[in-house]
């Protein structure tokens, strides 16, 4: 985390060091709830973008996931 708000946080993660073979192109990232075990699509970016603003809800910090993908996983 770069930034935390009590409305937001800035989420900001390195490109993995091995990308299996098949370059990234992207970045999901999924934030759950305190109250849920699943994770919820928040937003994608470029592989080129390794930071992003999550918003959050009622001031709680909640957990962020972040996930690469290539040209099969989109």
């Known amino acids: 985390m770069k930034d935390i ?4 946080m800035t989420v900001v993660w390195e490109a993995p060091q091995s990308d299996g073979g098949s370059a990234i192109t992207g970045y999901t990232l999924e934030q759950r709830d305190a109250f849920d075990v699943n994770y919820k699509f928040v937003a994608s ?3 080129n973008t390794t ?9 709680i910090s ?4 972040v996930e690469y993908y ?3 996983e989109q």
């Open 62 to 65: 909640l957990p962020v996931q």
């Open 45 to 47: 970016t470029d592989a």
């Open 51 to 59: 930071q992003f603003q999550v918003r959050l809800l009622l001031n």
């Open 70 to 72: 290539d040209r099969f």
């Open 5 to 8: 708000w009590k409305d937001y």
